[in-house]
């Protein structure tokens, strides 16, 4: 994980709704199943790099089953959830301009549900909340991570170069994103093609341009 998350992430952990959190989490896993295990909650930051940021994706809450792999629709399964399976239908119709729906094509393209090669390219996949019990998706939602996401937020905002938000959570936060964002909501289907003229448009740094390579929005293995 980056520098810039991980300190983040250690100033976070130190304030008192996370200490709570963390012994909320601790007592949960003692007695219940609880997704994704300790070592893979802050996932979506250690596979994006942050130096490369472009696209932050938000969803509501996580997989509540051993598929979970710590990144927001991304799952280790071969049969998609309802979720994963829309967000890729809109990236194959969108980004790949594709409408033959078979099986071939759509394997090609999207060889596996895990959504880490969007991370690595610099997508953001978090949650609104980011644990949950087996039996419940949104068994944690009141526990302290809204006010982590408040916090991370705050921090993105500041990035240096303007990022795009895809939202695809039921919670609107448009009023916490500045002006000098792009931020999308569910009801756009052409994202990625909107999120990657955005990129490219961006004035970027002579010595950061790879700031404005487009997403290769596949989940085969692609060179970063």
């Known amino acids: 994980m980056q520098k810039q998350w991980l300190d983040f992430i250690q100033q976070e952990v130190a304030k008192d709704y996370m200490i709570e959190l963390k012994s909320f989490l601790d007592s949960e896993r003692a007695t219940k ?17 942050y130096d490369r940021l472009k696209v932050v994706i938000i969803g509501d809450a996580p997989y509540n089953q051993d598929i979970n792999d710590g990144l927001a629709f991304s799952a280790r399964t071969n049969i998609a959830p309802e ?18 729906t078979s099986a071939e094509v759509k394997h090609k393209l999207f060889p596996t549900n895990q ?16 644990t949950c019990t087996e039996n419940d998706r949104f068994s944690h939602m009141a526990k302290g991570w809204h006010t982590f996401n408040d916090t991370l ?15 695809k959570s039921n919670i609107d936060y448009r009023s916490r994103i500045q002006k000098k964002h792009l931020y999308l909501t569910s009801e756009e ?3 990625c093609t909107l999120a990657n003229d955005f990129i490219r448009k961006r004035n970027v740094p002579v010595k950061e341009q790879y700031h404005q390579l487009k997403i290769n929005w596949t989940t085969k293995a692609c060179n970063v």
């Open 33 to 49: 199943k609880v997704f994704p295990d300790s070592n893979s909650t802050f996932n979506h930051m250690a596979f994006c790099p």
């Open 83 to 100: 979720e994963t399976k829309n967000l890729l239908y809109e990236a194959f119709r969108d980004y790949f301009k594709a409408w033959d």
């Open 115 to 130: 959504l880490t090669e969007w991370a690595k390219q610099g997508v953001l996949l978090m949650n609104n909340v980011y």
């Open 153 to 167: 937020m705050d921090f993105l905002n500041q990035y240096h170069l303007p990022l795009v938000f895809v939202n």
């Open 189 to 191: 289907t052409k994202w």
